[in-house]
């Protein structure tokens, strides 16, 4: 899994270690019960605090993306839940692509070119 962590961004830094999680898991090279590196190690790697590693995977505790075992650290959930911004995107891309006559492989050329 790929770790990019920008000190210049205006964006917190928690924010972005959260983000670098839930793209790995879209992308498959985090999976359903990997445990994720401990806060300490992690943060060491990132030049980050380990507070900032541990608040952005209170973050995605909170939003059901992880889950904490006591003695275990953090786990990718068993039951992922998608984002519910981006499905609300979706639900309103297909049913716009419907409107205006586009099919599903439509929507997939489409969704490629932007991706």
């Known amino acids: 899994m790929r ?3 920008d000190h210049t961004s205006r964006e917190l830094l928690a924010h972005q270690v959260a983000r670098c999680v839930r793209q790995g ?3 498959g090279d985090l ?3 990997e ?3 401990p806060a300490a190690e992690l943060a060491e790697a990132l030049a ?3 507070n900032t590693v541990l608040a952005a995977y209170r973050q995605l505790r909170d939003e059901g993306l992880l889950e904490f075992r006591r003695g275990r ?3 990718v959930a068993s039951a992922v839940p998608e984002p519910s911004p981006v499905l609300d995107a979706a639900q309103a891309l ?3 692509a419907r409107r205006y006559g586009l099919g599903q492989s439509d929507l997939i050329r489409l969704i490629e070119r932007l991706t």
């Open 3 to 5: 770790w990019v962590i």
């Open 25 to 27: 898991v879209a992308a």
């Open 31 to 33: 999976v359903v019960g």
């Open 35 to 37: 445990q994720l590196p």
């Open 48 to 50: 980050v605090d380990r």
């Open 73 to 75: 650290g953090a786990r």
């Open 94 to 96: 297909v049913a716009e």
